[in-house]
């Protein structure tokens, strides 16, 4: 699976902006989509997770101000990220489990950088 994520960029603090993330390749089912997202210094980070069933997971930290939602007829998932703050600053990655050879296979996207300037 090859994933092409876009809609990255530099705003300002209470700004908004939208994420996604278009998986691509020989995709037989696709689970859960999600995004994580990698400050500098800190480990990789749970944002957001939509399950092929409905089920939706955030981070404690966008709850309210982040939104998950995909396409599933486009393989692709969305994130829109409203009143950002500097803390949100980070590269994003998105992330699809697909079955693949008999289990489920873990994709990763390249990254998109968000930056919140204060």
């Known amino acids: 699976v090859q994933l092409q994520a876009s809609g990255g960029g530099l705003v300002q603090a209470g700004g908004s902006l939208r994420l996604s993330c278009a998986a691509s390749g020989s995709i037989l089912r696709l689970n859960v989509m999600g995004w994580y997202r990698q400050a500098p210094g800190k480990e990789r980070e749970l944002v957001a997770t939509?399950?092929?069933?409905?089920?939706?997971n955030y981070a404690d930290s966008v709850k309210g101000r982040f939104t998950i939602s995909r396409d599933n007829a486009m393989n692709t998932v969305y994130l829109q990220m409203n009143s950002l703050k500097p803390g949100d600053t980070a590269v994003y990655y998105c992330?699809?489990?697909?079955?693949?050879?008999?289990?489920?296979?873990?994709?990763w996207g390249q990254g998109t950088q968000v930056t919140v300037s204060s």
């Open positions: 939509a399950a092929h069933s409905g089920v939706i």
């Open positions: 992330n699809v489990q697909d079955f693949y050879g008999g289990g489920w296979r873990d994709s």
